[in-house]
């Protein structure tokens, strides 16, 4: 068994940030260029951001890969609500234990900050049916929907983490 570890983001691992957007399967480019425009806020705010910068990114390896990531931040304006904007697992290998080494780091990160729940938002779309059935395994709940609000018949789903 390989083990997943994690750690903040560096700048050299954008291409691998890249590649994991685009092999996800379910983002589209203008999704990918957004995600990758997070990812390079975290990396503009050099040395001393990383973990307390607007958009905290981590990314997960295995063997020295870098096979994941994941990109959230505090929600502006709330006491201890954080959002995750992005996460990726490398499709080759998912069901590895990768996502859930990821949120494992989203919340370590987030309650040493003040955080206590984080939320996310992700399509209704069957394409997506695999990872909402990860969110509701790794103990998100789902709050909330609204039909049509990416497009007709896409409705957006909220889900809630608390800890």
Do not use: K
Not at 58 to 75: H, K, L, P, Q
Not at 150 to 157: E, H, I, L, Q, T
Request: charge should be negative; charged fraction near 25%.
């Amino acid at each position: 068994m390989h083990p997943i570890t994690t750690r903040l983001a560096a700048a050299h691992d954008r291409p691998a940030i890249e590649r994991l957007l685009r092999e996800a399967g379910n983002f589209n480019d203008e999704e990918c260029g957004v995600g990758l425009e997070i990812v390079d806020v975290y990396f503009s705010d050099g040395p001393t951001g990383g973990v307390n910068g607007d958009y905290p990114t981590v990314v997960a390896e295995r063997d020295g890969v870098v096979v994941g990531y994941a990109t959230f931040g505090r929600t502006p304006m709330t006491e201890s609500t954080w959002h995750l904007y992005f996460i990726a697992a490398d499709v080759r290998i998912r069901r590895a234990g990768i996502g859930r080494a990821l949120c494992s780091a989203i919340r370590d990160v987030a309650m040493v900050r003040g955080g206590r729940r984080l939320v996310l938002e992700t399509s209704g779309r069957e394409l997506y049916d695999a990872t909402r059935a990860f969110y509701d395994a790794t103990g998100f709940v789902e709050e909330g929907r609204i039909p049509d609000y990416y497009s007709p018949g896409d409705a957006v789903v909220y889900y809630v983490w608390r800890w």
